[in-house]
């Protein structure tokens, strides 16, 4: 069981690097919770394409994985160029890399619950502005 | 294996909840890292320490910890009250909540890594000071 929920885990950040947005109903229920705010999936699909316009070249690579029954937790690494700003952040079309840990629930094979922190104050150290 | 992984960590937690910061050589070596950093005990203690005194009322409450051979992910919660300045956030007296998401590489029963995001930006918000 932990083995297919980590190899489902993987397909589903696979997905995100094609931006195959529209197969996201695969992996995530029509409702979900984000940060513990009630979403729909329409509304976390869109927030992953304006990731992506907003960082062309975002990629998503896993760094740590831990999975535990219904979980998983993930260390997520970023090096990329934001357009101008990410964040709040106004990044000027320069390089940043960051980390995000984000914590997943599964239900049914399909996420339901997802709790994410950004390391955006390392971005800011990176570009001088802290 | 796994469960007692997970009672080590909780034992952990309940050390750093009882200020009982000399005893942290039971549960961390002496070298670690800390977000890739290359650091000594003492460090790590020093600035567990620097928290309770910057944060009198500093309590570590596990929200998710999810174990997998020897690696803990732990959503930690926080709902404090910071004397004057935390993560150079100038918090003035105010009660603050907020998640610290962090991944810890276990080695002989002891913590050998450390990577640790904590969510400033939600500080920030509740301050109105974003």
């Known amino acids: 069981v932990e083995q297919s929920l980590e190899q489902l885990y993987r ?3 696979a997905a995100l690097n094609r931006r195959d947005f529209n197969e996201l109903g695969q992996f995530v229920h029509d409702q979900l919770t984000y940060n513990n705010e009630l979403w729909t ?3 976390y699909q869109a927030l992953l394409a304006e990731d992506v316009q907003r ?3 975002l990629h998503y690579e896993i760094q740590l994985l ?6 998983v937790a993930c260390r997520l690494w970023f090096d990329c160029t934001p357009r101008s700003e990410f964040l709040g ?3 000027q079309g320069r390089n940043v890399s960051f980390a995000e840990h ?5 239900r049914e094979k399909r996420i339901a619950n997802v709790w994410s922190v950004v390391d955006a104050d390392s971005i ?3 570009l001088g502005s802290s």
């Open 41 to 43: 999936l329409s509304r």
């Open 66 to 71: 831990v999975t535990h029954e219904d979980h």
């Open 124 to 126: 800011r150290r990176q």
């Open 55 to 57: 960082i062309p070249d």
């Open 102 to 106: 984000v914590f997943y629930r599964f």
């Open 11 to 13: 397909d589903y950040i």
């Open 89 to 91: 952040i106004q990044t």
